[in-house]
Nanobody, 123 residues
Framework: QVHVVESGGGLVQAGGSLRLSCAAS????????MGWFRQAPGHERDFVAAIRWSGANSYYADSVKGRFTISRDNAKNTVYLQMGSLKPEDTAVYLC????????????????WGQGTQVTVSS
């Protein structure tokens, strides 16, 4: 089983930046992809970004392209989400996931999830 833990959430002003971290631990079976999703009250869980094991292929939601960057350090089993030019609509619980998705943008494709970290962007 793989345990996933997010950190780095908090309160930030609109236009500011924040970096989220996601650490995975436990037994793994080969390479795996990692992704970020977010969910605000009254909203569906939305895809944010994902990255393959190699780091060569990354995916972004249209709403965050050009503002967010996903990266990973496989030696540390950690994925990062660098968020810039933050907007109030980015406010949500951000969840990290790990797995072997055929379609990295779909949450049901991931086997392991963290508890989430709150990001609040003030206007």
């Amino acid at each position: 089983q793989v345990h996933v833990v997010e950190s780095g959430g908090g309160l930030v002003q609109a236009g500011g930046s924040l970096r989220l971290s996601c650490a995975a631990s436990g037994r793994t079976f080969g390479s795996y992809a990692m992704g970020w999703f977010r969910q605000a009250p009254g909203h569906e869980r939305d895809f944010v970004a994902a990255i393959r094991w190699s780091g060569a292929n990354s995916y972004y939601a249209d709403s965050v392209k050009g503002r967010f960057t996903i990266s990973r350090d496989n030696a540390k089993n950690t994925v990062y989400l660098q968020m810039g030019s933050l907007k109030p609509e980015d406010t949500a619980v951000y969840l990290c996931a790990a797995g072997w998705p055929s379609i990295p943008t779909m949450p049901n494709e991931y086997a392991y999830w963290g508890q989430g970290t709150q990001v609040t962007v003030s206007s």
